[in-house]
């Protein structure tokens, strides 16, 4: 897959840090909260269920909570400084619904920050991925700039982008991308609805336990900032 060098905008790091007042985001059904050290049960709860890690790039669902514990530290304090990941809750219940978010802004495939998400099997079919990546988003494209030349999929770039004399690329409006298996369809509709386009796709081997050693097809879509640049002024969520 080909990239190419360009020069965008994308948030300024360190992010918005947890201790320093990322707060909660509110939607009409859900509660965001950031990722702290004590939802590590609630997260085991999601991860240890085959039917939740069976859609996942992982594939296989997590041993116990000292394996969950170290695939959610990349993304604790004081990693949040290059993390935006929540976790989310029923608003009229309380009840643990699942996480989402950028967990890291290092060595992603396609250049831009890739957002994931999951949720416990229990809330599927309730619209709640479609609401949760709406309000991610919204708060995502807030969030303060800063100009960042970087390399990104060619196939990400959708308009005709000027060249500098530098022969680097200049993308007014950056970009957040989402890889998803080509069996996952409720995700893929999940994204389509909150504005991504599939913009490329590729082969891996794959991670589940029924078709080991056999390669499945991941779609790369991205969602493009909007056009006003008024909002990435704002300062910090919360």
Request: net charge negative; hydrophobic share 35%; with cysteine.
């Amino acid at each position: 897959m080909e990239k190419i060098n360009i020069r965008t905008h994308l948030p300024t790091v360190p992010l918005p840090l947890v201790s320093e007042g990322r707060g909660e985001i509110r939607t009409e059904r859900l509660i965001l909260r950031p990722l702290t050290q004590d939802v590590l049960e609630d997260m085991h709860s999601m991860r240890a269920q085959p039917e939740v890690m069976a859609v996942s790039r992982r594939g296989v669902p997590d041993k116990d909570l000292a394996e969950t514990q170290e695939l959610i530290n990349p993304m604790l304090p004081p990693n949040d400084a290059t993390s935006y990941r929540w976790v989310i809750y029923e608003a009229h219940t309380g009840d643990f619904v699942g996480s989402g978010g950028v967990a890291s802004f290092r060595e992603t495939l396609g250049g831009w920050p890739e957002i994931g998400y999951m949720l416990k099997k229990e809330h599927w079919g309730k619209g709640y991925a479609t609401e949760f990546l709406g309000a991610w988003l919204e708060a995502w494209w807030k969030l303060p700039r800063s100009e960042i030349e970087t390399k990104v999929l060619a196939s990400t770039i959708e308009e005709n982008a000027p060249v500098g004399t530098d022969g680097v690329q200049e993308v007014s409006q950056d970009r957040v991308a989402a890889l998803i298996e080509q069996h996952n369809i409720s995700s893929q509709r999940v994204v389509e609805k909150c504005g991504f386009r599939r913009a490329t796709s590729f082969n891996e081997p794959s991670a589940h336990a029924r078709s080991k050693g056999t390669e499945i097809t991941v779609f790369v879509y991205v969602a493009t900032a909007p056009a006003s640049q008024e909002s990435r002024e704002r300062g910090r969520i919360g």
